[in-house]
């Protein structure tokens, strides 16, 4: 069975870091572009950050100099790195990636992992 599965989340000041990981398990050939979504209470789910299996990426505005997504395709896993976190960054992060099964790409998410930032 392949899942995702999110860590890293929690609860952090104004101004503090958290790394966030996503490590895909299961019966993969291959993995396209990996991303890292949020939602916050009563908004839309939205796109922070995505980067393509050869490590082009692109940022969400609000993020944007504040974030930083990578991977190691070695270990199927995505990192986001949040710095300089604002109370408005609350939000459960999910992530995402497009999966190959050896008969087509497939979209998964991972079940969500909370950040809480406190003022």
């Known amino acids: 069975q392949v899942q995702l599965v999110e860590s890293g989340g929690g609860l952090v000041q104004a101004g503090g870091s958290l790394r966030l990981s996503c490590a895909a398990s299961?019966?993969?050939?291959?993995?396209?572009?990996m991303r890292w979504y949020r939602q916050a209470p009563g908004k839309q789910r939205e796109l922070v950050a995505g980067?393509?299996?050869?490590?082009?990426?692109n940022y969400g505005d609000s993020v944007k100099g504040r974030f930083t997504i990578s991977r190691d395709n070695a270990k199927n896993t995505v990192y986001l790195q949040l710095n300089s976190l604002e109370p408005g960054d609350t939000a459960v992060y999910y992530c995402?990636?497009?999966?190959?099964?050896?008969?087509?790409?497939?979209?998964?998410w991972g079940q969500g992992t909370q950040v809480t930032v406190s003022s």
């Open positions: 299961g019966r993969i050939s291959s993995i396209g572009a």
């Open positions: 995402n990636a497009a999966m190959y099964n050896g008969v087509a790409f497939l979209d998964y």
């Open positions: 980067i393509t299996s050869r490590g082009g990426t």
